[in-house]
Each structure stands twice: as structure tokens, then as C-alpha cells.
């Protein structure tokens, strides 16, 4: 370990309190617990606007006791020791619910039972199912582009070059309608890709033999088994640390750069001044430019999320029993995935054995007006459509939340705009990181901002150099 580089009452704020504020306080309370650093070396202030930890990763039990998950907050095994520690740790007892994707191509199976619509995800890997013409256009085509060398500049091109045209319009180009200036870097590091020979090899099959196949080749993944969702997870952990140092309810409204102080305000409209030799934000990168003037201008694109959750009476049709979540590529629906998020765990309703539920989500673009109301009507119709629920006689709860910031879109400058904006902000002792924080949506997953928040801390304190977020 290098040694410390910070003076005795350090100042460390920390704006927000979700995975990657959790995993900063872990490591330097770690550190403190070993007897590296001591208590007096660094005073923490955490601020979150919210009144509980978990940020993006927290989970909301509405009035009528169902329970929801700000997105789909699954536990698979992560490859980070640290975060694995942590998190086995914390929960004692998991479900292992499989892991099963369906998407809709209504579009090209036109049947009227509603699961013989659906394919397991990725699409790409769903050919053998397809319609015997449309298969065997799909398998010409990925024959036409083998060999040719894959030169693109974004998420568009490159879809072209790997899939061919047929897929792209079954699925890929609809579903990915407005994230046409994806970085291409990202969408080869995430974006399954295709093995021909195997995809002939299993097109002779008929659809019950690709059904038994993939039963031949499950694959899992956790949820806590006695918690009210994920968000859970991330209050236990946070019990670990002095209650002292979370201020909650208070919203930074400035960051004074040259006296460095942090003005917050609570919800009594009370202003508070901290001071700072160093901050953690896991702000959007938009919001912290605006509220600390280190940087103006910032050029980075995001999607809005809005999320609606329909709490339901059972009986729960037989086939949304099995599936985990699914996409819906077509303007016919409102959502483009679906979560069956009854499906993980009994404490997710208020009676598992009257209740179940489902969780939509919505992207628009960052700008757009929409109507609750109206947005409630339609995923209603949209899951009657896609053979989910059967009539309105099933609700019994209508619950909305809004994510300003859903996703961070890869975009081609995304990179270089990110560099400008993390090296005005670090001259002024400022660490952005975080899924919005970092904004680079390939490393946005839990396990990732926790471990960000643990090497930034390392680097705030020894200087060691990051190596899974950089720029």
C-alpha cells in the first residue's frame, strides 16, 4: 500500500448515497478497521436528497404493499472479490431464479397463442425459431457478411455489418430506434454476437426441441429471498457505518469551487455550508457542471425512464410464470421490456398467494411531456395485447415513478466529452463516478459503481491509479 497523501482532517463529501458511495465508505472504513488510516485522518459527510442509501439501486413499497425495484436490480455473480464479500455478507439467504429473456415478435409469428410469439433473448440466437423463409434469409445473410472486415463508427453500421438486414428489421433496428449514434466500441463489448454453425445446426429442430435445449442449459441468478426488494440490500450494508455521517432529505444546490463548499438545502428550506478538500459525485455529470460552474456546456445524451407497475390478482397466466423479463421492439406497446418481478421473490406483494406483479418501463428521450395518466391507460392495453393480463378486473395497484435520468446513451464523442468534463472537475479535487457520475453505461451495473466508489477512494487517499473507471 502507498502511503497516505491526504493531511489529518481530511474533508471527504460524498454527494449521494448509492453503490458507489456505499463502496467508497466500505473501503475507507476497511482501511480505518485494519488500523491503516484512523478516525482522525478524514471527517465524511454523505449527502442524499432522498431519506434512505441505495440511489438507483433502491426499492419502493407503495401503499397497497407491493414492492418495486428502480429497474431490474439482479444479483449474478460479479467477478469483483470486494463486492462479492459484501453482498454475501449482507444476505444470508438467496432465490435462484432462472434466467429466462423472451422477446416479442408478434410481428412475424402472428399466432394467436401469445407465448408461441415470444423467442428467448438475444434474437440473434433465437433464428432457428423463425419462420422457415425468414430463417433461412437471416442464415444467407450472415453467410454474405462472414469474413468482411467490420469498420463502423456507431451502434447502426455495426448492427449492419454482424446481423445482416433481415434481423436488423425484425428486431434490432426498431428496438434501438433512437440510439442510432451508439459508440461502437460499446456495442461489441455488449451485444451478443452470432455462431453459424451452430445456428444451422439447430434449425432443423422443431420449437419444442429448442424449448428442451435451453431447459438442458439453465442459468441463474440471485435475489435476496426474505428482503422487499434489492434496495434492502444496500440498507443493511449502510448500517455498518456511523449513522452520524448521513445527512439526508438535504440537496446540494451549489458547490463554491474556490472556497470549496458544499450549500445544501433541506426540505425545511434550511441551508447548510460544508466545507471540502475532496468530493465524491455521483450526480449526472449535467447536473454537478450546473451546480458547481466548473464546466459549462456538456455535451452528453440520456434517455427519461418512466416506470409503471401493475399489482395484479392471480391467477398469473401459466407462461409469464417462467419468464423473468421481456422486450418489446414495436410502437405497439408503450413499454420495451416488461419485468415479471413477482417472479423473484414471496415478499414482493402483500400476499403472494392473492397477488403478483409486473413492472414496465418506458424510454423517452430526456426532453419529453407525457401524461401519467395516459401513460398508465397504455401500458395497460399494450399487456393486454401481448396476452400478460387478461381486463382491468386483475388491478389492484397502479403504481409510477420517473427516472429523470434512465440511461446514459454511448454515444460516439461520448469519451472525449467525458475527458473534458473529469479533467475540469478534478482541478478542483472534484471525483465524478457512478452509472451518471461516470455515464459510461458498460460499467453501470451494482457491482461496478460499488468498486468505482472503492478505487476512487484509494486514489483520493494514496493516489493509487483506477483502473476499472478511467478516461
Known amino acids: 500500500m502507498s502511503s497516505l497523501k491526504i493531511d489529518k482532517d481530511f474533508r471527504l463529501v460524498i454527494i449521494g448515497a448509492g453503490p458507489t458511495a456505499i463502496g467508497m465508505l466500505h473501503r475507507i472504513y476497511s482501511l480505518i478497521t485494519e488500523g491503516t488510516i484512523s478516525e482522525e485522518d478524514i471527517q465524511i459527510i454523505v449527502l442524499e436528497k432522498e431519506n434512505e442509501v441505495g440511489g438507483l439501486a433502491r426499492s419502493v413499497t407503495d401503499k397497497k404493499g407491493f414492492t418495486w425495484d428502480l429497474g431490474v436490480h439482479i444479483m449474478g455473480r460479479s467477478k469483483y472479490r470486494e463486492f462479492e464479500e459484501v453482498i454475501t455478507s449482507t444476505v444470508n439467504k438467496w432465490n435462484k431464479v432462472r434466467h429466462s429473456v423472451k422477446v416479442d415478435l408478434a410481428h412475424l409469428f402472428k399466432s394467436e397463442n401469445h407465448f408461441n410469439n415470444y423467442v428467448p433473448y438475444p434474437v440473434q440466437h433465437s433464428i432457428p425459431y423463425f419462420p422457415p423463409t425468414v430463417r433461412q434469409q437471416c442464415i444467407n445473410e450472415l453467410k454474405d457478411l462472414q469474413g468482411l472486415p467490420i469498420n463502423c463508427s456507431n451502434f447502426a453500421e455495426y448492427s449492419a455489418n454482424i446481423f445482416g438486414n433481415t434481423l436488423l428489421d425484425i428486431f434490432i433496428r426498431p428496438y434501438n430506434r433512437k440510439l442510432e449514434e451508439m459508440n461502437a466500441f460499446w456495442a461489441s463489448n455488449r451485444v451478443p454476437n452470432i455462431d453459424l454453425p451452430s445456428t444451422e445446426l439447430r434449425c432443423g429442430r422443431s420449437r419444442q426441441e429448442l424449448e428442451d435445449d435451453l431447459g438442458s442449459s439453465v442459468t441463474c441468478f440471485r435475489y435476496p429471498r426474505d428482503y422487499k426488494g434489492v434496495g434492502k440490500i444496500w440498507k443493511k450494508i449502510a448500517q455498518r457505518y456511523p449513522k452520524s455521517i448521513f445527512h439526508f432529505q438535504e440537496r446540494v444546490r451549489r458547490i463554491d469551487i474556490e472556497a470549496k463548499k458544499v450549500i445544501t438545502e433541506n426540505l425545511n428550506c434550511e441551508t447548510h455550508s460544508y466545507d471540502y478538500n475532496a468530493i465524491l459525485s455521483t450526480l449526472p455529470i449535467p447536473e454537478l457542471s450546473k451546480i458547481s460552474a466548473a464546466i459549462s456546456d456538456v455535451n452528453l445524451k440520456y434517455s427519461k425512464v418512466i416506470l409503471v407497475g401493475l399489482g395484479l390478482k392471480h391467477p398469473q397466466r401459466e407462461w409469464t410464470q417462467l419468464v423473468t423479463w421481456a422486450y418489446f421492439p414495436l410502437p405497439d406497446t408503450i413499454f420495451y421490456r ?134
Open 338 to 471: 416488461c419485468t415479471f418481478l413477482s417472479n423473484f421473490n414471496d415478499k414482493l406483494t402483500p400476499d403472494c398467494n392473492q397477488f403478483w406483479s409486473v413492472l414496465c418501463e418506458i424510454g423517452l428521450k430526456a426532453d419529453a411531456n407525457f401524461v401519467e395518466e395516459e401513460v398508465i391507460v397504455e401500458v395497460i392495453e399494450g399487456l393486454k395485447l401481448k396476452g400478460i393480463i387478461a381486463n382491468d378486473n386483475e388491478i389492484v395497484d397502479k403504481w409510477l415513478y420517473i427516472l429523470p435520468y434512465g440511461y446514459p446513451i454511448p454515444t460516439v464523442d461520448r469519451d472525449k466529452e467525458l475527458q473534458r468534463c473529469h479533467e475540469a472537475f478534478q482541478a478542483h479535487n472534484i471525483y465524478s463516478r457512478g452509472r451518471f457520475g461516470g455515464w459510461k453505461y458498460e460499467i453501470s451495473n451494482q457491482d461496478h459503481c460499488f468498486m468505482m466508489g472503492m478505487q476512487c477512494a484509494d486514489f483520493i487517499l494514496f493516489e493509487v491509479k483506477e483502473t476499472l473507471y478511467t478516461f
